[in-house]
């Protein structure tokens, strides 16, 4: 088993004694870093990015050099699965994602290709395998996927939505298809973040970016069922460690019981949540990431040490936090503003400062 020189971040997930705070921040590397910007220009376009591991490699350790950052998160992106799956990514500048084929039927679905992890997305395999070595045991590296319900709302609108028409229509007119997708979806996603676990992912994350558009009832049908599926088949142990699971649902603050329930080990928290409040719904059953407004990243260093200390405060005394930003940092966000949340959640995070 290799040393875990800095293991903050695994200990704090799995809710064990830390020295302080973990933290890591989602988008760590992007386009708020001018080396980020220099890199993907050069590779011309992101996919390319995606799809070189020399190039993924060098921008996921772009924020490791800058910020003394508690772990690395693998450089790729949630849509590389439908894409391997036959629907052919590409990104419209300034625009975001888009399918070239979309899904409308149940033939469409049935017509999807069934990825094998090292063959079709092998190229996200060969990345974490040369993160996890250029990392050399400093810190741990997250890999991730989307949630199946998220996922599903790419595929079938081909892209961003506003207003979900096509997904939705299909959640309460088909959604027998729907679940059809869906459990596509979930086999699919186990066998991809069993695969990165393979290569050396030490905690996976799962993204629903958009089960807070659900009702109650279709978040647990269409999204949360899909996503304990996934954390019942996932390979939770590797070189002799428990590898951690966080289930992030955005817009998900009043299902955090629910989704405790999965048994994951950790939950993501948007900055919609009083992380003091989420703490109190779920007890000791899981460790709890996040939750600044993403946006206290545009105000002064003070503003920034204040906001920090006192989510690092309101969470309180005892193990299992670990901070994050309630969403992805925006492009437009000074670097040294990032350096000084780190130095802040880490000097607010040691247990003498936070008695
Ligand atoms: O957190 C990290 O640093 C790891 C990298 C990462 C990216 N995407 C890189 C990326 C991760 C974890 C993701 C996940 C992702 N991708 C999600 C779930 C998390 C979330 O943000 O809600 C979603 C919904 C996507 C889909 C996606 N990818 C969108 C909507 C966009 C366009 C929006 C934008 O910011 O331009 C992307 C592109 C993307 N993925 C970029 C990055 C750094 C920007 C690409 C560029 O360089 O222009």
Not at 130 to 140: A, D, F, M, T, Y
Not at 278 to 300: E, F, I, T
């Amino acid at each position: 088993m290799q040393i875990l020189k800095n293991d903050r971040l695994i200990r704090a997930l799995l809710r064990q004694p830390v020295d302080t705070t973990p933290i890591w921040i989602m988008r760590q590397a992007g386009r708020y870093l001018p080396e980020y910007r220099a890199t993907r220009e050069r590779a011309g376009d992101f996919m390319t990015l995606c799809r070189t591991p020399e190039l993924a490699c060098e921008v996921t350790l772009q924020p490791l050099a800058r910020f003394p950052l508690d772990a690395a998160i693998l450089f790729s992106d949630i849509l590389t699965v439908p894409d391997a799956m036959g629907l052919d990514l590409y990104f419209v500048e300034g625009e975001g994602p888009r399918f070239r084929r979309t899904l409308r039927s149940a033939a469409d679905i049935d017509a999807l290709a069934c990825p094998d992890p090292e063959h079709e997305l092998r190229y996200v395999m060969d990345a974490v395998r040369l993160i996890r070595r250029e990392l050399n045991g400093s810190v741990p590296l997250i890999g991730f996927s989307g949630s199946p319900w998220t996922l599903a709302t790419y595929m079938v609108e081909g892209g961003a939505s506003r207003e979900f028409a096509h997904i939705k229509g299909l959640l309460y007119d088909q959604p027998t298809v729907l679940h059809r997708l869906l459990t596509r979806l979930a086999d699919t996603v186990t066998d991809y973040l069993n695969a990165q676990i393979r290569a050396g992912a030490q905690a996976v994350m799962i993204f629903d970016t958009w089960g807070g558009i659900l009702t109650p009832t279709a978040y647990r049908a269409f999204s949360l069922d899909y996503m304990h599926r996934i954390v019942d088949g996932l390979t939770r142990e590797n070189e002799g460690r428990h590898v951690p699971v966080t289930l992030f649902t955005k817009g998900g603050g009043q299902w955090l019981e629910a989704m405790a329930d999965t048994g994951c080990d950790a939950l993501g928290l948007d900055w919609t949540v009083d992380i003091a409040d989420a703490r109190r719904r779920v007890g000791d059953r899981v460790a709890l990431q996040g939750n600044m407004d993403p946006a206290v990243l545009y105000a002064n260093p003070t503003r920034i040490r204040e906001e920090a200390a006192s989510i690092i405060g309101a969470y309180g005394s005892g193990n299992g936090h670990v901070f994050n930003l309630g969403h992805g940092i925006h492009p437009q966000i000074d670097p040294d503003h990032v350096a000084t949340l780190v130095d802040a959640v880490h000097h607010a995070g040691k247990p003498t400062a936070n008695p």
